[in-house]
């Protein structure tokens, strides 16, 4: 099947430093992404989503970004503060299908 | 107000033994889903029900058994437990489950078998 994957693992990043988070799908008829935060003990927590419409979307400190030329999804965190520290998921579906396909998974460390 | 609720938040048991996980969302949501994410975070569908009735069933052994008495409720039962079901098991809700909605989640059933 087709997968949403992400380029690392785990992110270390320095307190106050902005964090961008990336994610790649293969999917071209994907047309709603999401980005989801985990901590530990914790169920998924959404943050953010885009449809295909858009390129672009800006919440409170994150933004989601959309090239669907290349098929790449990335979450921007701006002044990453410790409780920013989780793993981090994106997820795709297309308009036909109730299934999300998740990504691996990007764990976010912060260095103080 | 707790969104999604699960009980169990754990369980520990042996194996062969058959078990139930309970869920409940006051959302309103249509949807509800079941999650497994296994010791490596990666999250796998299991089920999703859509106004009561089955929509997704993932390649899961059929000792897992989904029921939803409700569209509030959507409970996963286990049969003959396995070594392999050790796992963090998710319930989700959302309202239009095809059209592009966030999922919302419980704060997880951790199985462990004995």
């Known amino acids: 099947g087709e997968n949403v994957g992400l380029h690392l693992p785990t992110l270390s990043v320095q307190e106050g430093d902005n964090s961008i988070i990336n994610c790649a799908y293969s999917n071209s008829a994907s047309d709603y992404f999401i980005w989801y935060k985990q901590e530990s003990g914790k169920g998924p927590q959404f943050i953010i989503d885009?449809?295909?419409n858009m390129d672009k979307r800006q919440g409170q400190r994150v933004t989601v970004l959309l090239n669907k030329t290349v098929k790449h999804l990335s979450l921007q965190i701006a002044a990453t503060q410790p409780g920013d520290s989780a793993v981090y998921f994106c997820?795709?579906?297309?308009?036909?299908?109730?299934?999300?396909?998740w990504g691996a998974g990007t764990k976010l460390i912060i260095k103080p | 107000d707790t969104a999604v609720s699960q009980t169990p938040k754990y369980l520990v048991t042996q194996m062969g033994n058959d078990k139930s996980i309970k869920c409940e969302q006051n959302l309103g949501h249509d949807t509800m889903y079941w999650y497994k994410q296994d010791s490596k975070k990666f999250l796998k569908i299991m089920f999703s029900?859509?106004?009561?009735?089955?929509?997704i069933n993932e390649t899961v052994p059929n000792r897992f058994s989904p029921k939803s008495p409700d569209k509030a409720h959507l409970n996963l039962h286990i049969n003959s437990l396995e070594l392999g079901d050790s796992a963090v098991y998710f319930c989700a809700s959302s309202q239009e489950g095809a059209m592009g909605q966030p999922q919302h989640f419980g704060d997880g059933t951790r199985l462990s078998i004995l």
């Open positions: 997820a795709e579906k297309t308009d036909s299908n109730y299934q999300l396909i």
């Open positions: 029900y859509n106004n009561k009735e089955l929509i």
């Open positions: 885009i449809r295909s």
